[in-house]
C-alpha cells in the first residue's frame, strides 16, 4: 500500500495543476500580509475604537497571530477550490486518460487503487494546509512580528498571551485539515462517478457555496437545516482561540466532519469496485 | 491428453440496459494457441477481452483462466498476464521508462532497469525513453502498450488490436513479435484484430463473433478449407472459354466472367479438374489465383447476420 500510495502522490506532484494551489498561496499570503502592514494598524484602530476609552492597548496587536488568525477565517471558500482541483481528479483523471485500463489490470485490487489515491488526497491537503500555515506565520512573523493575539468571540474580547497561542494554531491547522478533508472526499467521491474531472470540481465547489450560503443566512428553515449541512461545523476550529476552549463543540465537529469523510470515501469504494471500465 | 485449457469461458454475457453487448459466449483457449478472436465493430470483442481482464463485471456466465475462477483469484491470474486493451493510453506526462517502471511497481514487481529497457528495446523504443509519452505518435505508443505486457514476462498475452495505427513495416513487426513470443517463448495468445488477414498469418485457432455471440470456432487451417473457395481464373480465349463454360454443368459454379476472368466456386479438388477440362479443350489458362481468405470468410459469416 505504502508503494502505491508513493506512486499517486508521484503522479500527482508531476502535474502542473497540484501546483497551483501552492502558487496561489504563495502569490496571496503576501499580498495580504503586506496590505495589512499597509492599511492594519488602522483597521485594528477601528476594530478596537470603542474599546480604547475603556482599555489601554499596549504592545503589537498587528502580530503574525493576528495576520494568521485573519487569513485562516477568511480563506473558507477559497482553499476548497484549490482542493477540488487535484482530488476531483483523482479517479476521473485516470478515466480521461483511459489509464484506467493499465491500472485495473495490474494484480492489484480495486480496494488498493482507491484507497490509495484517497491517501494521497489527503496528504496533498495536509501539505497545502501546512504549506498556509507556514507560510501564513513564518511571513508573517518577518513582517509583523510576535504577540498577544487580540481576538472577538461572541461579543467578548479574548486576549491570548504570546506563550498560549501556537498550540492553538497548530490544532487549528490541523482541523482545518480535516474540514478540507471532507471537501477532498467529496470531490473524490464525485470523481468515482464520472469520466472527466471538471465535473467533480465544479459540482463539489457549487455544494460548498449553496451549504455556505444556507449557513450564513438567518432564515427559520435555513437554521433547522444548518445541522445536516457540513459546513456548519467547518468553522469550529474558531473554538481553539476561545478562552476556556469549547472542548465539546470541537470534539463534536470533529467527529461529524471524520463521520462525512468517512462516508464519502466509502460510497466511493463502494461505487468503484462496481464500476465497469468502458473508457 | 487433452492440452491444458488457459482461458475457458462459459455461457459469457453481459448487457447494457437494453443492449446485449455478449450474450452466452463460449470460448477456450489452449496452452501455446495463437488465438484469433474476430468480429466487426461492435460484436462484443471488446466488452469480452475487459471481462477477461476484470474491466467490466459479466452479467451472467463464468470466466477460468489458468483454471481458476477470475472472480475468487483475480490478483492471481492477472500475475500471469500482460494485456493491451484498445487504444494504448499512458502518463503522458511522464517518460516512457517510469510509466513502465510505476506500472512494474504496481504490479508488486520491482523490475530492473535492464529489464525495463530491454522490453524498450524489444519494442524499438529504446532510444526514446526519456521521452515523454505525450510526445510519442500513435504507433509509438502502441509499440509502449505492447513494451507495458510483456514487462512482467507473462504466460498469457491478450492483445487487442495490436497493429492499429501501425504503418505497415510496425505492423510486419508486430506480426513477426507475436510468432517469436508464440513460438520461441511458449506464450499463449489472445489475439483480436479486425486486420483479419494477420491473423490468418499468426493465428492457429479462431473465434468469430457476431452481435455477442460465436459464429464459428476452431482450427483456422480447417475452417479455411471447410466451404469452396473462390478461384479466378485467367484465360487466353475468354470468349471461347465462356461459351464453353455456359455449356457445361460448371456454369453453376461460375460466380463472375468479366474481362478476361472467370471467377468459379469450388472446392480444392475441382480446381485441378476445371483447370484440366479448360486446357483439354484448348483454353490457355494463364492463371489460377484463389481469392478466398480468412476476410472473405469473416465477411460471408458476418454478413448473413446482417
Redesign the interface.
Known amino acids: 500500500m505504502l508503494t502505491l500510495i508513493n506512486i499517486e502522490l508521484y503522479k500527482i506532484f508531476k502535474k502542473w495543476r497540484t501546483y497551483i494551489g501552492f502558487i496561489a498561496i504563495l502569490v496571496l499570503i503576501p499580498i495580504i500580509e503586506f496590505a495589512l502592514k499597509m492599511e492594519g494598524q488602522r483597521s485594528i484602530n477601528f476594530m478596537t475604537r470603542d474599546l480604547q476609552q475603556s482599555f489601554i492597548f499596549v504592545g503589537n496587536l498587528l502580530n503574525s497571530y493576528f495576520v494568521s488568525y485573519l487569513i485562516l477565517n477568511s480563506l473558507a471558500v477559497h482553499i476548497p477550490f484549490l482542493i477540488t482541483l487535484v482530488a476531483g481528479d483523482l479517479l476521473a483523471g485516470e478515466a480521461t486518460a483511459g489509464t484506467y485500463r493499465i491500472l485495473i489490470t495490474r494484480p492489484v485490487s480495486r480496494f488498493s487503487i482507491v484507497t490509495s489515491k484517497f491517501a494521497a488526497g489527503i496528504i496533498y491537503t495536509f501539505l497545502l494546509i501546512l504549506f498556509l500555515a507556514i507560510l501564513s506565520l513564518g511571513l508573517g512573523s518577518l513582517i509583523f512580528g510576535t504577540g498577544d493575539l487580540l481576538n472577538f468571540s461572541n461579543g467578548s474580547i479574548i486576549v491570548l498571551a504570546k506563550n498560549d497561542i501556537l498550540w492553538r494554531f497548530l490544532l487549528a491547522y490541523l482541523f482545518a485539515t480535516l474540514s478540507m478533508g471532507v471537501v477532498a472526499s467529496l470531490a473524490f467521491l464525485f470523481s468515482a462517478l464520472v469520466e472527466n474531472a471538471i465535473g467533480p470540481i465544479i459540482t463539489t465547489m457549487a455544494i460548498i457555496i449553496i451549504f455556505i450560503i444556507i449557513s450564513a443566512i438567518n432564515i427559520g428553515i435555513f437554521q433547522d437545516i444548518r445541522p445536516y449541512l457540513f459546513t456548519n461545523y467547518m468553522g469550529a476550529w474558531r473554538a481553539f482561540f476561545d478562552n476556556p476552549m469549547d472542548t465539546y463543540e470541537v470534539v463534536k465537529s470533529s467527529l461529524i466532519l471524520f463521520a462525512h469523510v468517512v462516508v464519502f470515501y466509502s460510497a466511493a469504494l463502494i461505487i468503484f469496485q462496481k464500476k465497469d471500465i468502458l473508457t | 491428453m487433452d492440452p491444458e485449457k488457459i482461458i475457458e469461458v462459459v455461457n459469457l454475457s453481459k448487457h447494457f440496459k437494453e443492449l446485449k453487448a455478449v450474450d452466452g459466449l463460449n470460448i477456450n483457449v489452449y496452452k501455446g494457441d495463437v488465438f484469433g478472436f474476430l468480429g466487426p465493430n461492435g460484436a462484443g470483442k471488446s466488452t469480452t477481452i475487459?471481462m477477461l481482464?476484470?474491466?467490466?463485471?459479466p452479467n451472467e456466465g463464468e470466466i477460468r483462466i489458468f483454471g481458476k475462477s477470475l472472480q475468487g483469484h483475480?490478483?492471481?491470474?492477472?500475475?500471469k498476464?500482460g494485456?493491451i486493451?484498445?487504444?494504448p493510453?499512458?502518463?503522458?506526462?511522464?517518460s516512457a521508462y517510469k510509466n513502465l517502471e510505476?506500472?512494474g511497481?504496481?504490479?508488486?514487481g520491482n523490475y530492473s532497469k535492464k529489464r525495463i529497457m530491454e522490453v524498450l528495446e524489444l519494442v524499438g523504443l529504446s532510444k526514446r525513453y526519456k521521452s515523454k509519452v505525450k510526445t510519442f505518435s500513435h504507433g509509438m505508443k502502441q509499440r509502449l502498450g505492447i513494451a507495458?505486457a510483456l514487462l512482467h514476462d507473462p504466460e498469457l498475452i491478450i492483445l487487442d488490436e495490436p497493429t492499429t495505427g501501425l504503418d505497415p513495416q510496425g505492423m510486419k513487426e508486430i506480426r513477426d513479435l507475436i510468432i517469436f513470443l508464440s513460438k520461441e517463448k511458449q506464450k499463449t495468445i489472445f489475439l483480436s484484430s479486425h486486420i483479419l488477414y494477420e491473423v490468418e498469418l499468426v493465428a492457429n485457432r479462431m473465434i468469430i463473433i457476431n452481435k455477442g455471440s460465436a459464429k464459428v470456432e476452431g482450427k483456422v487451417e480447417e475452417l479455411l478449407n471447410a466451404n469452396n473457395l473462390k478461384v479466378t481464373f485467367e484465360v487466353g480465349d475468354w470468349e471461347n472459354a465462356k461459351i464453353l463454360i455456359d455449356n457445361t454443368a460448371w456454369v453453376k459454379k461460375l460466380e463472375m466472367a468479366i474481362n478476361g476472368k472467370l471467377t468459379f466456386l469450388l472446392t480444392p479438388e475441382e480446381i485441378s479438374e476445371l483447370n484440366k477440362y479448360l486446357v483439354q479443350n484448348n483454353i490457355a489458362v494463364n492463371a489460377v489465383i484463389p481469392t478466398r481468405s480468412l476476410e472473405e470468410y469473416f465477411l460471408s459469416i458476418t454478413q448473413k447476420e446482417a
Open positions: 475487459r481482464l476484470s474491466l467490466i463485471t483475480r490478483k492471481e491470474i492477472l500475475k498476464i494485456a486493451v484498445e487504444k493510453d499512458f502518463y503522458g506526462y511522464l510505476i506500472l511497481k504496481i504490479s508488486a507495458q
